[in-house]
C-alpha cells in the first residue's frame, strides 16, 4: 500500500508539472507557409488523382488557400512551394521497392518533371513582387527529403512552419513529422488540406496530428502572424 500511494503521489507531481505556455502569437519573419504538391494530378478535374479529393477541393480548399497566401504575402510569411517530379524513365527511383508510394506513380507515369501533369496550380504561383522560394522538385514523401529545404529554412531563420497541401495522410504528415523532428515548431493548416483516404485523414488531424503540430484553421494561424492589437493602438 505504501508502494502504491508513492507512486500515485509521483503521477500526480508529474501532471502537475507547469509548462511554458504556447505561443499565441508568431513573428512573420520567422515563419514559413510550405505548400506541399499543388499540382495538376491533384488540382486539375482531369488529374488522375484528382477524385480522391475532389469532396475537399469542391468544399473550397484551393480557394481558401489561395487567401491564406495572399494575406501571409502581406503579413510577411514566407510562402515556400514544394512539388514532386521525376525523370521520364523514373531512374532516380527503385521499382523493386515493395513500398506502394513510388511504384503507384511509376504505374500511373505521373509526376514527370516538366510536363503538364506535373504543373503547379496556377492561381499561387508568386507575382512580380512577390518573394515565395520555388523549391526544385522532389523525390521523396516529405518536403524537406533531400531537398536543402531545412538548411534554407535555417539560414532564413525560420522556427516556425505551417504545412498545407496533398495530402494529410501522406506527404503533409511526412513533412509535419519530419519538421517536428528537425525541432521546428509545426502548424497544420486544416482547411488548406485534402484527404487521400477517408476516415483515416481526418481521425489523423484529430488525434494523431496533435502529436506533432498544432492544429489551425486558416483564420487561426492569420490571426497568429499579424500584428499584435495593442500594436495598432
Given at each position: 500500500?505504501?508502494?502504491?500511494?508513492?507512486?500515485l503521489?509521483?503521477?500526480?507531481?508529474?501532471r502537475?508539472?507547469?509548462?511554458?505556455?504556447?505561443?499565441t502569437?508568431?513573428?512573420p519573419?520567422?515563419?514559413?507557409?510550405?505548400?506541399?504538391?499543388?499540382?495538376?494530378?491533384?488540382?486539375?478535374?482531369?488529374?488522375?488523382?484528382?477524385?480522391?479529393?475532389?469532396?475537399?477541393?469542391?468544399?473550397?480548399?484551393?480557394?481558401r488557400?489561395?487567401?491564406?497566401?495572399k494575406?501571409?504575402?502581406?503579413?510577411?510569411?514566407?510562402?515556400?512551394?514544394?512539388?514532386?517530379?521525376?525523370?521520364?524513365?523514373?531512374?532516380?527511383?527503385?521499382?523493386?521497392?515493395?513500398?506502394?508510394?513510388?511504384r503507384?506513380?511509376?504505374?500511373?507515369?505521373?509526376?514527370k518533371?516538366?510536363?503538364?501533369?506535373?504543373?503547379?496550380?496556377?492561381?499561387?504561383?508568386?507575382?512580380?513582387?512577390?518573394?515565395?522560394?520555388?523549391?526544385?522538385?522532389?523525390?521523396?514523401?516529405?518536403?524537406?527529403?533531400?531537398?536543402?529545404?531545412?538548411?534554407?529554412?535555417?539560414?532564413?531563420?525560420?522556427?516556425?512552419?505551417?504545412?498545407?497541401?496533398?495530402?494529410?495522410?501522406?506527404?503533409?504528415?511526412?513533412t509535419?513529422?519530419?519538421?517536428?523532428?528537425?525541432?521546428?515548431?509545426?502548424?497544420?493548416?486544416?482547411?488548406?488540406?485534402?484527404?487521400?483516404?477517408?476516415?483515416?485523414?481526418?481521425?489523423?488531424?484529430?488525434?494523431?496530428?496533435?502529436?506533432?503540430?498544432?492544429?489551425?484553421?486558416?483564420?487561426?494561424?492569420?490571426?497568429?502572424?499579424?500584428?499584435?492589437?495593442?500594436?495598432?493602438?
Amino acid at each position: 500500500m505504501t508502494l502504491l500511494m508513492t507512486l500515485l503521489g509521483v503521477a500526480t507531481e508529474a501532471r502537475a508539472q507547469s509548462l511554458t505556455p504556447l505561443e499565441t502569437h508568431l513573428k512573420p519573419g520567422e515563419t514559413a507557409i510550405i505548400l506541399v504538391d499543388f499540382q495538376y494530378p491533384f488540382t486539375n478535374p482531369a488529374g488522375d488523382s484528382y477524385a480522391v479529393v475532389k469532396k475537399d477541393i469542391q468544399g473550397g480548399m484551393l480557394d481558401r488557400t489561395v487567401a491564406l497566401v495572399k494575406r501571409a504575402r502581406e503579413l510577411g510569411v514566407w510562402v515556400v512551394h514544394v512539388t514532386e517530379g521525376y525523370t521520364k524513365d523514373y531512374r532516380e527511383l527503385d521499382p523493386t521497392n515493395p513500398g506502394g508510394f513510388h511504384r503507384f506513380g511509376i504505374q500511373a507515369q505521373g509526376f514527370k518533371t516538366g510536363t503538364p501533369k506535373a504543373a503547379e496550380y496556377p492561381p499561387l504561383a508568386p507575382g512580380p513582387n512577390d518573394k515565395d522560394l520555388i523549391m526544385a522538385p522532389r523525390i521523396q514523401s516529405s518536403a524537406f527529403g533531400g531537398t536543402g529545404l531545412n538548411e534554407i529554412l535555417r539560414s532564413r531563420g525560420i522556427k516556425n512552419i505551417a504545412v498545407a497541401g496533398f495530402t494529410v495522410d501522406v506527404c503533409d504528415y511526412a513533412t509535419v513529422t519530419a519538421g517536428y523532428d528537425l525541432g521546428y515548431h509545426v502548424y497544420a493548416l486544416k482547411e488548406s488540406m485534402a484527404a487521400y483516404t477517408q476516415p483515416l485523414s481526418g481521425m489523423m488531424l484529430n488525434s494523431v496530428y496533435t502529436l506533432w503540430s498544432k492544429v489551425l484553421s486558416n483564420d487561426d494561424f492569420i490571426v497568429m502572424v499579424s500584428p499584435p492589437k495593442s500594436a495598432n493602438r
